[in-house]
């Protein structure tokens, strides 16, 4: 029964914490150990990552759990979904910083990190001018990040 429960909610929101599963349970530090062990051994799930582990069940695609990691971290997530919104537009960063609530810096790296993992695309928004404020991003392919998004129910 508790096997399942972990397992279940592994399958739910792939890439789940070690500590959102005790939120999320409710049961104790070392029944979950035991069962992720044993999950583990015998090869159902997998877990991405040292130290804040993510586990998957074994059917999620590398490719795809590194994407999953990305968006399930808030910052990212909270640009990904603004950016999903308002996807016939290009936003700027002091737009996007607005929004968020969040620090210059921690945008920024945000927006490095969305951009290289091409999951958002760097805009100019005016181009009769080269400032650093008209520069702008967007979702890269919205259809695509749609049946992510459904697909792994983030």
Known sequence: MRREIILELIKKIPGITYNEIVRKTGLSN???????IKLL???EIEKEGTKRGKYFVKKIPKNDRALITLLRNKTNNDIFKILMKNSNDV????????????????????????QKNGVIERMIMNKSTKLTNDIGYR???KKLWNTFIIKYNL
Do not use: P
């Open 139 to 141: 979702i890269y392919n």
């Open 30 to 36: 070392g029944v979950i150990s035991h069962y992720l």
């Open 41 to 43: 051994d015998n090869k």
């Open 91 to 114: 936003l700027s960063v002091t737009k996007i910083k607005t929004i968020v609530k969040k620090s210059d810096s921690t945008i920024s790296v945000s927006l490095k990190i969305l």
